[in-house]
């Protein structure tokens, strides 16, 4: 698989992640229950970028996991890149201003860095971490942040097994 299809197939799991999320179907943990506002059943718009970050985090940390040792980082790095490029496009296709796009991926980046970090650190530490961006709860958030990361674990470790089988060619 060359680079630029895995962004595209990954770009469409973390929608497709991202809407399983909101959608409070059959997730480990609901948006109601983490508090976020809802307007008919759909978050506001910084709960949902937050939401969307941290799906999008997962993802990448996830492909950065699968490819350690085994494919080039320049290889990994095109595809993270066409994942990000297919997430932002598709944001904006569907009603993102473009002018909030360099914004949010001053957001994404900064989340990046704190959740690589808190995750350098323990589990516990990434699920306060999303939590805090995430929530308006103050309360129970030593069992929303194990809810969250059990949710980044629940997405990790179908995409490790589906990346495994997967060669990233030029």
Do not use: C
């Not at 229950?33 to 910084?46: A, E, F, K």
């Not at 995750?119 to 805090?132: F, I, N, Q, W």
């Amino acid at each position: 698989m060359t680079p630029e299809e895995l962004g595209d197939t990954l770009a469409r799991l973390v929608w497709e992640s991202f809407s399983d999320f909101v959608a409070d179907g059959d997730t480990e943990i609901s948006i109601d229950v983490l508090g976020v506002s809802t307007h008919d059943g759909v978050p506001d718009t910084v709960p949902a970028e937050e939401a969307l970050i941290f799906l999008m985090w997962a993802h990448t940390r996830g492909i950065q996991l699968a490819f350690v040792g085994r494919s080039p980082d320049a290889l990994v790095r095109r595809g993270l890149d066409s994942l990000h490029s297919a997430v932002f496009e598709d944001m904006a296709e569907n009603g993102t201003p473009r002018s909030h796009l360099p914004i949010f991926e001053q957001r994404v980046s900064a989340r990046y860095a704190e959740y690589h970090q808190a995750a350098a650190r323990s589990d516990a530490k990434l699920g306060e971490a999303v939590v805090r961006h995430l929530s308006s709860k103050n309360g129970d958030s030593e069992v929303l942040a194990r809810a969250v990361t059990e949710r980044a674990i629940a997405v990790a470790n179908p995409l490790r097994d589906f990346l495994e089988e997967v060669e990233l060619v030029d």
